[in-house]
């Protein structure tokens, strides 16, 4: 490790990495785009509603709130800092960053599991996405009738062939943008159509709250119950929180390794996360008065998205087009956290086994294809088959967002609080004492050290059961 004398440059020298200078992104703005094209996806307009019905609403979300600033923007900051320092992928990162013969590193191959275990059910879902594309395209999808749109919905994931091959269609995609090498490209546009989304979300959840019975959607949202919140509970807000910000397996650290020297970390993961819980907030309200207005189940978990969605369009002037753009935005989305799923996996295995970057996604996407089928048929064929009383693709939901994501923050806190220290990170978080943002670093400093491990821990233990 490089030893900490004042005025030495925030990055680590190229002959200490033995790496060139990665191309940095060219402006500050095209950073804060492309962390937001990871963060935001899936899990802004499916996971966070659909959890949020699960587990009661405002309690939840105010638990989901202070677990994203006091956990998951610590761990932001932490990986986007060392990414920057070490300019290299999530692993080789922490190999630079580490003392001589300490494995920490390992945060950055148990990421890789993590990434690979998220992206098996994340393409699933994601076929469920291009699946109501088609729908939408061909026929009338909008209906505001429970049991019809609950069919629909029913009908797509019961069915074996129509399951896997919307996974694989979902997988080929990614993998055909990354062999390409028009990722950057792809996530240019997504940058473009992102604001889309948002407006677009926006104009849904007026239509939501404008709905006759869209009252008690928004108490649901609003009045919380803290009576039902257990130790799950709290574990599954603060394993949201992780993934929702893609953080806790080493994404960000890529994402860091290519930020300007110049650029205000502290404040640009501040920026993501604001815009990122904008997005939820918005789904959140998109969704829940529909849901309480024509008498859905809020607990329908994965389907909830996917049922109400229709019927709130279905109540619209020119539903039948804004259904079908909706759906591709959301595609639009998702493929931007896809593509930073993926890369973990490949970077892992081209650094670690020295394998071509071609053969490394090849490999990792048939892997994801037979990895990936039973979570796809966990909602047909599969249903009854469960380990620790969970179908394949909550077991992988679960062991991702619950454990590995959890652990790996946990451990980069531990880190940087710990072994890093606060010198490097003051000049790594000031840019070397040109930014005046001491006060903020100081705090930074404090919560990732003790606060973030000590909550993660606690959490956890409590949310497993173990005390
Ligand atoms: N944050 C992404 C989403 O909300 C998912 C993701 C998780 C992406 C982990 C990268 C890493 O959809």
Redesign the pocket.
Known sequence: MEQATKGRPIVASEAATGLKRRDAFATGLGVLAATLG???????IW?FPAMTGQNGGAAFIIIYLLSTILVGLPVMISEHMIGRYARKDAINSLRVVAPKGQPWWLIGAAGGVA?FL?MAF?SEVVGWVFAYIAKSVSGSILSTDPATNGAVFTDLVSSPTQSLLWQWLALVWVGAILIMGVAKGIERATKRLLPLLFVLLIIVAVRSLTLDGAGDGVSFLLKPDFSKVTGAVVLAAMGLAF?????G?G?MITYGSYFREDQDIPMTATRVMLADLTVSLLAGLAIFPAVFAFGFDVQSGPSLLFITIPAVFASMPGGEIFVVIFFVLTAV??TG?MI??VE?PVAFLSEQFRMPRKYALALTLVLLALAGAPAALSQGELADVKIAGKTFFDLYDYASSNIL?PVGGMFMCIFVGWVWGFERTKRALTNNGTLNNSAAVNLFFIICKYVTPLLVLVVLLDGLNII
Request: charged share 10%; aromatic share 8%; net charge positive.
């Open positions: 990871s963060a935001v996806g899936l899990g802004n996971k990434a998220i994340y993934f929702k910000l893609s953080v397996m994404t989305a998702a956290a930073s799923i973990v994501l």
